[in-house]
Structures are given as structure tokens and as C-alpha cells.
């Protein structure tokens, strides 16, 4: 043995540029040995000041720029924010717009959904399969441009409705990509389940207790899969989602595994709402055609972004800029609950358990 | 058909001795979306642990100023308390009444949006300018982050705050930066383009 007089703690950065974090987030991180003792966590890499620069801009031009605070959840925002409007103003959305804010809104859990369970691969150091599954999340991605014109931001929402329609030919073809990724997610689900590099990495790492989840407020898959059987659009339904047939996955384990097993069940049931809609698609018009003053007003709306609730407080006045627009994301409330999966963990698993709760970062920093 | 409790006014009230303000209204999905303001923000902390009790999860806090109403009724409120507001504005702690809050425009109005069992309830808090409103966090520890960012946004203070170091914004910006205004150069740090073209041209000179 040594006789070395080696400290037993020492304090390692985690970011904010590093190769396992997508996005700039600063850990400080304490380990005793392998083994994470402390954690703390200094964020404001990416903070912009959107929200100011919301107040500057006229509602319409709102959607535009809400679009644009993420990537991932780019379609929550704006329908979020169009919800907040058109309570205000009473406007109502017609039948064929509010299936087909459905229809945008699961193309990109689908695609949301594929990319963060296809990084964990990478984490686990699965490459092969992680290109695997980039090329699935791919015929999502090019389903989105094909229908949108655009992979990310799809500028499918407006107030008062939706901005793009379908027709014959692209539900077929919509259809045709459902199956094939359905296909898929089924094979990547049964590969979950018994690939041992898979659930020797990522079975009982970075577990948050059913009481830490409640504690934390945490929302979306990580709540679920730590037993918050939540989801707004079952407790709080909006657009078509109080007449599908919409499934509500959570485990109790609360681990990484069960996370992206959450995850994976959801795109399954995401694409059975999808051929819902496209089934029970109404006729007329997508949006109400006109772009009428919103009056002053205040309202609270809610929506399921792919990571979780969204929320968004809108107020408004006699102006066309609202007088205060504020939005909370999924991730603001779930990177707390790192403090517990991170508590007593390994180093070699940090970088996935971070990928675990699907981190959004310019979405908290805004 | 609300899934608050039928008597959640009620209890809301009793939890709230300087008095409420409620009104709830249901949509059509059936959710519902209910508004509560407090008369005193000293009535924050009873009503949250009250709502904790509920089962209720804080979903988010929302600070801004509201800007003068331009209803004459306000206005007069704001007249018949203001005596009052301004005998109390002199100790730090003591919440102001909601009454005597004063609409000017520097004022803070604090909400607290909730989540109960997917319907939303929404609690309001006056903050004069300069007044402080106790932290949520022994309730609901998930307020941490939400009063660490209004406090760098909004001169107002968040009393007994476990961690009240900055949280999105550098120690070195000075604080309240949504209530004052920023020219657009300074922010980006870029300066206007005329400051870069000299920036540029001192440069060449040096070099050359």
C-alpha cells in the first residue's frame, strides 16, 4: 500500500465546454475517490435576455421570436404563447388547426425523444448503435422538413391556428415514415431491455426517489419515470388531446434506464396520436385568417413539451407589445433534481446522468 | 367541474386574514385557471403552506411592474391608502398592503403559479419598490432558482433566502436589469458599429 499523503477530496469543473455536455453548463463537482460528494451548479452561459426582448416586440412578431428560444421543444413555445393569446382575446382555433397543432406537436416528441435516447448510446459508449439510432431520428427529421420545409424550427404556429395543411399526399407520406420509426423504436426497445452494455450502464445510475421527485417539482419524463404520474396533456388538456387515446408511461425506478425507457414508450404512443389525428383530420380552415388586437388582459397556459410542462404567463395592454410575457421550461425545474441523481455517483457516469433529464439550456436561460 | 376543492376559497380566505381577491373560470377542456390576490404579501407564506398541504407544485414565479392602470377606480384606492402605504414603508420588513400598494409603475407584482392535481391556481403579491417578500423555499424548494433569477431582474428582496448569489447573470452587471433600460450596443458588448469603426481604425493605425 501507499503510504502517499494523497487528499481524499478533490473538486473537479464539469464544463462549461465540455465534450459530454451539448450545451455550457458549469458543475463544480466534489469527489471523494470515484465517488461525487458535492455538486454545484453556476449556469447563465447562454442567457440572452429574451424576455425582455419580448416586451419589444408586437404579439405577432412573439411567435416568431418564442419559436426561437429552443430547438427541441421549438413548437411548444409559440403554441404556448398563441394559447395565452387567444385566451385573452377569446379567439377560437378552428377543429382542422387544432388537430394539426396536435400533429406538429408529436412530429417533434417524436424526433425530441429519438435524439436524447440516441446520446445516451453515445454516453454509454454503444457508437454503433448510437449512428443507428441518428439515422431513425433522421426519417423524423426529414418528415419535418418534407411537411414544414424546415428540421428545427418549424414555424408551423400562429395565432389563432396553425400555418401549414395537409394534404392526401403528405398524410401518406407521413404515414409511411410513422411506420418505419415505429418499427425502429420497437427494435430499440426490445434492445433496452437486453442489451447488457446498455442495463449494466444505466440500471440503477442517477436514481431520483419518487419523494425527491415531488420535492424537486420535477416535470415530464424525469417525473415520470420516478413514479409523478403527470402529464399535462391528460391533467390539462389543450389542443386535440381530451379526445385521443393518449397513454400516460411512468416506472418507478427512477433511474437512467428508466428514463429513456419513458422516453421510448412515449414515441409509441406519440405515433399512434399521430395516425389519430391523421385519421379524424376535420375539414376547413387551418387558422382563423385574421390578425385581430389582443386586448389587455392576463392568462396562464400550459402545454407538454417533449421534456415536460411548459408554462407561460402572458399580460397584456393596450399596446401591441404585451406588457409582460414569462415562460417556464421543463428544465428549469428538472436540473435541481441533479443534485440528488449525482449524489454518491461515479465520474465515468456524470456526463450521462446530465444526459438523463434531456437538458435544455437556452430554454432555462432564455 | 373544477378539481380544486369546493372549499377553496374558503380556506384561501382563512389562511388570509388581510384578505383576498378570487376568481376562478373553467374552459371548456374543463381545466381550470384561478386567480387569488393577496391584500398583504405577509399572507404569502400561510397560504403557500396551505396550498403545500393540498398537494400543490410550484410551477412558477413571475415578477414584473405592472404599469398605471388607467381605471379611475384603482386610482382612487391608491389615493385613500396611501397614508397608509407610506406609514409602512418605513420598516424594511413589514409587508405592504395590497390596497396601499402604490400603481406607479415601480412597484412589484410577484405571482405564484401553482399546479393542483392540473388545474392552475395563481397567487398575487403586492411588493411596494424597496420592499421585500419572504422565500418560499422552506415550503417548496423548487422556488430557489425562480427568486434567485427575480432578484437579479427586479430591485426586490427576497427575505431569508438560502443561496441568494446570482443566477443567470454575472456578478460584475448591476442588478435590476429589467427596470432600467439597456442600450442595445451595451448589452451585446459590441458597441454600435460606429464605436467598432474606430476600434478598427485605431487598430490600423497602430499597425501601420
Aim: hydrophobic letters at 40%.
Amino acid at each position: 500500500m501507499s503510504t502517499h499523503n494523497v487528499p481524499e477530496t478533490f473538486s473537479i469543473p464539469v464544463g462549461p465546454l465540455h465534450v459530454a455536455l451539448e450545451e455550457p453548463m458549469y458543475f463544480k463537482i466534489d469527489v471523494q475517490g470515484e465517488t461525487v460528494s458535492h455538486i454545484d451548479i453556476n449556469a447563465g452561459h447562454a442567457h440572452r435576455g429574451i424576455e425582455y426582448l419580448t416586451t419589444k416586440r408586437t404579439m405577432y412578431q412573439n411567435v416568431v421570436l418564442t419559436e426561437r428560444i429552443c430547438s427541441l421543444c421549438s413548437n411548444s413555445h409559440p403554441q404556448t404563447f398563441a394559447m395565452a393569446a387567444e385566451k385573452i382575446a377569446g379567439i377560437e382555433v378552428p377543429e382542422r388547426g387544432i388537430y394539426l397543432r396536435t400533429v406538429a406537436d408529436e412530429m417533434k416528441r417524436v424526433t425530441s425523444h429519438l435524439f436524447n435516447v440516441a446520446l445516451l448510446v453515445h454516453l454509454v459508449g454503444y457508437e454503433t448503435y448510437f449512428m443507428h439510432m441518428m439515422q431513425v431520428r433522421e426519417i423524423g427529421q426529414d418528415m419535418l422538413e418534407s411537411i414544414f420545409g424546415n428540421r428545427q424550427d418549424i414555424g408551423a404556429m400562429c395565432i389563432g391556428g396553425v400555418r401549414y395543411d395537409l394534404d392526401d399526399k403528405s398524410i401518406a407520406y407521413i404515414k409511411g415514415a410513422l411506420d418505419k420509426i415505429e418499427a425502429e423504436t420497437k427494435d430499440i426497445i426490445k434492445t433496452f431491455k437486453t442489451n447488457g452494455s446498455i442495463l449494466r450502464r444505466t440500471k440503477g445510475v442517477g436514481v431520483l426517489t419518487h419523494a425527491d421527485a415531488i420535492t424537486c417539482g420535477v416535470v415530464g419524463p424525469v417525473a415520470r419515470a420516478s413514479g409523478v404520474d403527470y402529464d399535462v396533456r391528460r391533467e390539462a388538456p389543450y389542443a386535440a388531446y381530451d379526445r385521443l387515446p393518449l397513454v400516460v408511461h411512468s416506472l418507478t425506478d427512477g433511474d437512467v434506464w428508466s428514463r429513456a425507457m419513458v422516453r421510448l414508450e412515449e414515441i409509441l404512443t406519440s405515433i399512434n396520436l399521430l395516425r389519430v389525428c391523421l385519421r379524424d383530420l376535420p375539414g376547413g380552415p387551418v387558422n382563423i385568417n385574421d390578425r385581430p388586437d389582443i386586448p389587455p388582459g392576463q392568462a396562464v397556459t400550459r402545454s407538454e413539451a417533449p421534456r415536460g410542462e411548459v408554462i407561460y404567463y402572458l399580460r397584456t395592454n393596450d399596446t401591441p407589445q404585451p406588457e409582460r410575457v414569462k415562460w417556464r421550461v421543463p428544465t428549469f425545474m428538472n436540473w435541481d433534481s441533479l443534485r440528488f441523481m449525482l449524489q454518491d455517483a461515479k465520474i465515468a457516469d456524470i456526463a450521462m446522468i446530465v444526459n438523463s433529464i434531456d437538458p435544455c439550456l437556452s430554454c432555462t436561460e432564455r | 367541474m373544477s378539481r380544486l376543492p369546493q372549499d377553496l376559497e374558503a380556506r384561501l380566505t382563512a389562511a388570509a386574514p388581510a384578505g383576498v381577491e378570487f376568481s376562478a373560470e373553467t374552459d371548456h377542456y374543463g381545466v381550470t385557471v384561478a386567480w387569488l390576490g393577496l391584500a398583504s404579501a405577509a399572507d404569502l407564506s400561510p397560504v403557500a403552506a396551505l396550498l403545500k398541504d393540498m398537494g400543490a407544485r410550484l410551477s412558477m414565479i413571475t415578477c414584473a411592474q405592472p404599469s398605471v392602470p388607467e381605471e379611475e377606480e384603482e386610482d382612487e384606492d391608491e389615493e385613500n391608502e396611501d397614508g397608509e402605504a407610506k406609514a409602512e414603508a418605513a420598516p424594511k420588513e413589514t409587508p405592504k398592503t395590497f390596497g396601499g400598494t402604490p400603481f406607479d409603475g415601480t412597484s412589484y407584482e410577484i405571482d405564484y403559479h401553482f399546479d393542483i392535481a392540473g388545474d392552475a391556481l395563481t397567487v398575487i403579491a403586492y411588493v411596494p419598490q424597496g420592499g421585500s417578500i419572504a422565500s418560499l423555499t422552506p415550503l417548496f424548494r423548487n422556488a430557489d432558482w425562480h427568486e434567485r433569477e427575480m432578484m437579479e431582474l427586479y430591485a426586490v428582496k427576497v427575505t431569508d433566502h438560502p443561496d441568494p448569489r446570482r443566477l443567470f447573470l454575472d456578478a460584475s452587471v448591476d442588478g435590476a436589469v429589467l427596470e432600467r433600460l439597456i442600450p442595445f450596443s451595451t448589452l451585446v458588448n459590441a458597441a454600435s458599429t460606429k464605436g467598432l469603426w474606430e476600434r478598427l481604425v485605431a487598430g490600423k493605425k497602430g499597425a501601420a
